[in-house]
Antibody
Framework: EVQLVQSGAEVKKPGATVKISCKVS????????MHWVQQAPGKGLEWMGL????????IYAEKFQGRVTITADTSTDTAYMELSSLRSEDTAVYYC???????????????WGQGTLVTVSS | QSVLTQPPSVSGAPGQRVTISCTGS?????????VHWYQQLPGTAPKLLIY???NRPSGVPDRFSGSKSGTSASLAITGLQAEDEADYYC?????????????FGTGTKVTVL
């Protein structure tokens, strides 16, 4: 059974950095891209970026470029998403999601983590 | 910022058929990229519903179907059931360098009357 288990909720002050983990089991970690998706309260889904666990290559959405770092640790089958310079607008649930598809162009999000709520408040 | 447009809400009585549209542009759906659909029940993570425009993952009832034409796609739910009450999102790839390779729809809330 495929499982993506994320770390717990975080409360951060403006300007701080948060790092969320996503531990994978049930498939070969390096076989698929890992994506991160943001969902602000009552809002829709927004793609943040991806990592190819096989070689560590990353692609980020322009909106988050410069503030987000996505990594993959193949020794523990865990992906991480770090978001810096936090502001109130970053208060959201963050999901990791396995990208499946013949190429990254055809990727869709087959498996999802349970989500991690990050609250940014002074 | 969503570049795929969906109606904010649709509703139907149990047993009825509802459809959700997803309108894109020449840099995403119109460019031939696949459309995928997700169902998000209240308080839970999204779940893959349709991939590759019209394919259902194992375990998804055949009441759900997807189609694509031109710059738009649609999700149909036939024989609407109470458990179908959820938010639905379409998703595609975008080549416009608009800032995001993967774009989601604005989301549609389905209400079962």
């Amino acid at each position: 059974e495929v499982q993506l288990v994320q770390s717990g909720a975080e409360v951060k002050k403006p300007g701080a950095t948060v790092k969320i983990s996503c531990k994978v089991s049930g498939y070969t970690f390096t076989d698929y891209y890992m994506h991160w998706v943001q969902q602000a309260p009552g809002k829709g889904l927004e793609w943040m970026g991806l990592v190819d666990p096989e070689d560590g290559e990353t692609i980020y959405a322009e909106k988050f470029q410069g503030r987000v770092t996505i990594t993959a640790d193949t020794s523990t089958d865990t992906a991480y998403m770090e978001l810096s310079s936090l502001r109130s607008e970053d208060t959201a649930v963050y999901y990791c999601a396995t990208g499946v598809g013949a190429t990254y162009v055809r990727n869709y999000f087959d498996y999802w983590g349970q989500g991690t709520l990050v609250t940014v408040s002074s | 910022q969503s570049v795929l447009t969906q109606p904010p809400s649709v509703s139907g009585a149990p047993g009825q058929r509802v459809t959700i549209s997803c309108t894109g542009s020449s840099s995403n759906i119109g460019a031939g990229y696949d459309v995928h659909w997700y169902q998000q029940l209240p308080g839970t993570a999204p779940k893959l519903l349709i991939y590759g425009n019209s394919n259902r993952p194992s375990g998804v009832p055949d009441r759900f179907s997807g189609s694509k034409s031109g710059t738009s796609a649609s999700l149909a739910i036939t024989g609407l059931q109470a458990e179908d009450e959820a938010d639905y999102y379409c998703q595609s790839y975008d080549s416009s360098l608009s800032g995001s390779l993967y774009v989601f729809g604005t989301g549609t809330k389905v209400t079962v009357l």
